[in-house]
């Protein structure tokens, strides 16, 4: 009995000892995307392109509207509603893809642009964090943090490393 109460004592100071090794760090990488050039890039891409799709989505969202008006014109005959009702059919049909396709194009682009972001800054991180001798680094956004204590937030660091890369 001794001896078990004695084992267990060990194995708890043992693992006491082992937690206290332990030293972690956390990152913003959303604040690093808003924060670093490279990031504020990436926004003006995605935004540019966003902006683009747009304007295409309207243009033909405006010939839509037109043809809504053109077919409440009590002058129409039969055969001129009917073409022109199939031809709104098609435009809606072609605003839909266009829509979808602009969704998918948006989409990829950004997984594109946000990855090759992502493999310029894990080394980076790994390098501080192995000059700053921390066991693991934690993403705020990703990791479901509640709560950390700043002083493991090294995020201004990581948006001055990618920044002093990026000149």
Excluded: C, W
Aim: aromatic share 6%.
């Amino acid at each position: 009995m001794k001896k078990t109460l004695i084992l267990v004592l060990a194995v708890f100071v043992l693992s006491a000892f082992a937690y206290s090794q332990v030293k972690l760090g956390v990152i913003n990488a959303q604040e690093i995307i808003q924060k670093t050039k490279k990031g504020v890039e990436i926004q003006q891409k995605l935004d540019n392109l966003q902006k683009a799709k747009s304007q295409e989505l309207q243009s033909l969202n405006e010939s839509i509207k037109k043809l809504e008006q053109d077919l409440l014109s009590p002058a129409l005959n039969n055969d001129t509603r009917e073409k022109k009702s199939v031809e709104l059919q098609s435009k809606r049909t072609t605003l839909k893809r266009n829509y979808e396709d602009a969704q998918r194009e948006f989409q990829r682009e950004s997984q594109k642009l946000l990855v090759d972001l992502e493999k310029e800054l894990i080394p980076l991180i790994e390098g501080i964090g192995k000059a700053k001798g921390f066991t693991v680094i934690f993403d705020r956004q990703r990791s479901g943090l509640v709560y950390y204590d700043n002083s493991v937030d090294i995020t201004a660091e990581v948006i001055k490393a990618i920044d002093a890369k990026t000149k």
